[in-house]
């Protein structure tokens, strides 16, 4: 195992020196949290770099959703893709609403609008959809779909810091969208999150909500969280901001450099590539169709046995976790497209900073896969045995290529 390891991805730390001169001021003012000067100076900052009305700061973009969630109001039914990170599906779980998948378009991985419409019924109240790696979903169908049914529409726009389609910032679609600025994520307040909203009375709103509800020194008018960002949080922020184009720069580098050399590999598929219509360059999913030697599983564990950590995001699938599982609208024979993604997709490793030479690595090993070391053993039955490490899916592809 190889001791220089290349990870998934490594958060971008802006200078020390910026964020100190900023945790200075809070050292003086001993304003440390609750909306103090930095906050301010980072949310009113965030809403002109992002190109949209109103941001309400939060601690992560989990708190962010169920507080979107909250404040629509939504309880019933929320109908939502299978294939997202786990946050999407515990959020709608936690406001107690009633999780319903949808399945995805094969080629964007974002929810299927025709799927969701399949969906609907009179227990549900609203959409809440995902970008998925900053692909847009078809934001003109879910709206259209919303409006006819009287839903909410809510975007998990967690991955999409600085993405944009051709009339703007992703951010600016659905009745809210929430947006993370998770260290993984491409601009990164450590933890943190926002929620945009298109009114000042609903950013209000909001805000009260991530401050337990509270109005003023007598008045509580909600049943809030404390989902606030503190000072240091939006310290960070307000110095990273001045970085963050260089980074997406930095990072299309490296997201060109992935496709020049897959775009033409046999078996894999490139779902955003350079030029891709949200692109912020997050990610660089590939699937790992069938012609490929390999499954995905097992490039994986052969990436990450050469100390490269790619990641199978997402797997599990959502609809297959032990606490959804059972859910009606989790029935496999209803989500082809999410349980087909969460087989062959692998997100390969990306970050500003990532070395041409570790990135090298990962493409050799990938251009040139490791050749097949076995020969599939005739079992009894007519079963085929693969060797511990190799599943039934590498099996027929050894067949067709070295048996
Ligand atoms: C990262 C992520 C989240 C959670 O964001 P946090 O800020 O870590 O709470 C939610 N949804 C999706 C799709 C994500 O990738």
């Known amino acids: 195992m190889p001791d220089d390891i290349i990870y998934v991805t490594r958060p971008s730390l802006p200078p020390r020196e910026d964020v100190m001169s900023f945790l200075d001021e809070v050292w003086d003012s001993r304003f440390v949290t609750n909306g103090g000067p930095i906050h301010q100076r980072f949310e009113a900052a965030l809403a002109a770099y992002l190109d949209v009305p109103y941001v309400t700061l939060t601690a992560n973009a989990t708190l962010g959703c169920m507080l979107a969630l909250r404040h629509l109001g939504v309880t019933g039914e929320v109908i939502t893709p299978a294939f997202s990170f786990v946050a999407t599906a515990h959020a ?49 169908a879910l709206a259209d779909i919303a409006k006819r049914h009287g839903l909410a529409l809510i975007y998990d726009a967690a991955h999409c ?27 990164s307040t450590l933890e943190g999150g926002a929620i945009i909203s298109h009114d000042l009375e609903t950013k209000q709103a909001l805000d009260r909500l991530c401050n337990y509800g509270i109005v003023d020194e007598s008045n509580v008018d909600s049943v809030g969280l404390n989902a606030k960002m503190s000072e240091m949080h939006a310290a960070v922020g307000l110095a990273q901001l001045a970085h963050v184009d260089r980074d997406i720069a930095l990072r299309e580098q490296v997201v060109q450099r992935y496709w020049d050399r897959l775009k033409d590999v046999d078996g894999i598929r490139c779902i955003c590539p350079p ?36 990641r199978r995001y997402f797997y599990p699938l959502l609809s297959q976790l032990p606490m959804y599982r059972d859910l009606p609208s989790a029935d496999p024979q209803g989500l082809p497209q999410a349980i087909g993604a969460s087989k062959k997709v692998m997100c390969l490793p990306l970050y500003p900073d990532l070395a041409p030479e570790d990135q090298d690595r990962v493409l050799d090993m990938i251009c040139n896969p490791p050749a097949c070391d ?21 099996l027929d592809r050894v067949q067709n290529s070295c048996a």
């Open 92 to 140: 709608v779980n936690w406001v107690g609403a009633d999780l319903v998948f949808a399945d995805i378009d094969p080629v964007t991985l974002s929810i299927d609008p025709a799927d969701v419409e399949r969906r609907i019924t009179p227990k549900t109240r609203a959409i809440f959809a995902v970008h998925c790696y900053a692909n847009p979903c078809d934001t003109q």
């Open 161 to 187: 810091f600085a993405a944009k389609d051709e009339g703007g910032s992703l951010l600016r679609h659905g009745d809210l969208s929430v947006v993370s600025f998770h260290a993984t994520k491409v601009f």
């Open 275 to 310: 030029d891709h219509p949200g692109r912020n360059n997050y990610a660089f999913p590939i699937v790992v169709e069938p012609d490929y030697p390999l499954s995905c599983r097992t490039l994986h564990e052969r990436l990450k046995e050469n100390g490269i950590h790619a």
């Open 374 to 394: 076995w020969a599939p053993q005739p079992y009894a039955f007519d079963v085929m045995q693969t060797p511990a490490g190799y599943i039934r899916e590498d």
